[in-house]
């Protein structure tokens, strides 16, 4: 639990610096750093040239460490669930709480994978439109799609609260 709130956090700091700079990394900071943390990213990031949209490829690296860290999210409640059906403990509150983090990771799950579609297909769509027409015209454009509009920040904040409120919970209980 300590560590996924560790990587919760993490992330939110992260989701901040890269939504509020919309500046190019510096060339001492590689894209895919983890900041120290051991982690895995899809094969399609981990290939993706470095150069290659910056902007849409800030977005498509913090999507994928939003995604695997989700995903040790619904393991996480998928195990707390098993080990609380299967234990001698029948904490009936627990149990709903678990239940309730699952169906919110995996609905999140789902969500981030639109949006990584999404951010690939925004991809392939400015490499047409520079291959066909070789301007940088609608570059301005093609950046402020990549940013998820004040809605899906809102409920993405109120979703890692009540992952975070679950993991505070789970604590105490431990």
Do not use: C
Not at 134 to 142: Q, R, V
Not at 150 to 165: C, G, N, S
């Amino acid at each position: 639990l300590g560590e996924l709130h560790a990587e919760l956090q993490e992330l939110e700091s992260q989701i901040i610096l890269t939504q509020g700079q919309s500046a190019i990394p510096s060339p001492h900071t590689p894209p895919n750093s983890n900041n120290g943390h051991d982690g895995y990213m899809s094969p399609v990031v981990a290939a993706a040239p470095p150069n290659s949209g910056f902007a849409n490829d800030l977005r498509l690296v913090s999507l994928e460490k939003q995604l695997n860290i989700e995903l040790k999210v619904k393991q996480g409640a998928e195990n707390m669930i098993q080990s609380l059906t299967s234990g001698h403990s029948r904490d009936k509150k627990l149990l709903a709480e678990a239940q309730q983090m699952l169906g919110d990771s995996r609905a999140k799950i789902e969500y981030l994978r639109m949006r990584i579609l999404k951010v690939k297909q925004s991809r392939q769509q400015k490499s047409q439109d520079h291959s066909s027409n070789g301007d940088l015209s609608n570059k301005d454009k093609f950046e402020s799609n990549l940013e998820p509009p004040l809605e899906d920040r809102v409920e993405e904040l109120r979703h890692r609260l009540r992952i975070e409120a679950a993991v505070v919970e789970g604590a105490k209980n431990v």
